[in-house]
């Protein structure tokens, strides 16, 4: 059984940076991509970053490009997500999650993805 579990989130004042992680176990890391999500209260839960299965391709949601930087380590089956020059809008709880198969077709959309952890708070002051 696939599981994922998020750790790093926290609270940190607006200009700071954290790094998130996510340890997958259940099957082979390195044969899947991973995606980043985050839902604010009363928001719904919107796309914030992807890597592919080696690394090679990321993608971002735009209100988060130039800021946050995913990336993985195979070796150790663990996504991570940079986040520097937080913003108070950034605060949300943070999922990471992993598609059902190999294939990789729409990156950002949610339905891609079949596994999901827990989820991790982080906060933002201004």
């Known amino acids: 059984q696939v599981q994922l579990v998020e750790s790093g989130g926290g609270m940190v004042q607006a200009g700071g940076s954290l790094r998130l992680s996510c340890a997958a176990s259940?099957?082979?890391?390195?044969?899947?991509?991973m995606g980043w999500f985050r839902q604010a209260p009363g928001k719904e839960r919107e796309f914030v970053a992807a890597?592919?299965?080696?690394?090679?391709?990321?993608y971002y949601g735009d209100s988060v490009k130039g800021r946050f930087t995913i990336s993985r380590d195979n070796a150790k089956s663990t996504a991570y997500l940079q986040m520097n020059s937080l913003k108070a809008e950034d605060t949300a709880v943070y999922y990471c999650?992993?598609?059902?198969?190999?294939?990789?077709?729409?990156?950002?959309?949610?339905?891609?993805?079949?596994?999901w952890g827990q989820g991790t708070q982080v906060t933002v002051s201004s």
């Open positions: 259940g099957r082979t890391f390195s044969r899947y991509a």
């Open positions: 890597i592919s299965w080696s690394g090679g391709r990321t």
């Open positions: 999650a992993a598609p059902r198969t190999t294939g990789w077709v729409a990156p950002m959309r949610q339905s891609e993805y079949g596994y």
